[in-house]
């Protein structure tokens, strides 16, 4: 079945940590999006790719970093530099009328 | 640039009872306007979206939103609620290429429905 794959579905870190989060689509689709979802504040874009090695920083890329080298995938580091990284993390690819495929999550907790 | 605005950020209803989600844009051209459903510690489902064309728009699990532009609104309404249905619903509008919104989406804050026996 077609789909957006993510992983891990939690992770833990520790301060001072980088970590990668996957995201993995076989929709076909030329756009990505990496989306943080905090309660009571929806979802807040980090970074999206239109096409694949060029991408764009979204509403709060500060302390967050992603790569475009195929079509199919677009991973998000979480830096050191995050200072408040405990978050839900959503990935979504999209048709070319903005209808987004979304990922089931994956839940960073910095220990 | 475009915005959002849900209001009430939790809405309880019966079982059996009307739903009615509200939600308003500000967008400066023509939106696109969507609705998702989101299910606990899982990813956003679409119910529905309003592109071009008829203002009454049916979407999955008997759901349907009226677009109108006087009111800049796109409500979300089912007639009678099921326990199935309780879950957090996102209104969200499109950029637009015209106001270099590109290809992405503004999502509201979100409303958390829960049904009631």
């Known amino acids: 079945d077609g789909g957006i794959t993510q992983s891990p579905k939690y992770l833990f870190r520790k301060e001072g940590q980088n970590v990668t989060l996957s995201c993995e689509q076989n929709?076909?689709?030329?756009?990505m999006y990496w989306y943080r979802q905090d309660p009571g504040q929806g979802l807040r874009l980090i970074y999206y790719?239109?096409?694949?090695?060029?991408?764009q920083k979204g509403d709060i890329a500060e302390g967050y970093s992603v790569s475009r080298e195929k079509k199919e995938s677009f991973p998000l580091t979480v830096t050191s530099a995050q200072k408040n990284p405990t978050a839900f993390y959503l990935c979504a690819s999209s048709t070319l009328t903005w209808e987004l495929f979304f990922g089931e999550g994956s839940r960073l907790t910095v220990l | 640039a475009q915005s959002v605005t849900q209001l009430g950020s939790h809405v309880s209803v019966s079982e059996g009872a009307l739903v009615l989600l509200r939600c308003n844009y500000s967008?400066?051209?023509?939106?696109?306007l969507f609705w998702y459903v989101q299910y606990p510690n899982q990813g956003l489902q679409l119910l529905l979206k309003y592109t071009t064309g008829a203002t009454l728009v049916k979407g999955i699990n008997g759901f349907e939103a009226e677009f109108k532009k006087s009111e800049t609104s796109f409500h979300l309404t089912k007639p009678s609620a099921h326990m199935s249905d309780a879950a957090e619903y996102f209104c969200?509008?499109?950029?637009?290429?015209?106001?270099?919104?590109?290809?992405?989406?503004?999502f509201g804050t979100g409303t958390q429905l829960k049904v009631e026996l």
């Open positions: 929709l076909n689709h030329d756009a």
């Open positions: 967008s400066s051209v023509p939106p696109y």
């Open positions: 790719s239109q096409i694949v090695n060029d991408f």
């Open positions: 969200a509008v499109s950029g637009s290429f015209l106001t270099g919104g590109g290809n992405k989406l503004t």
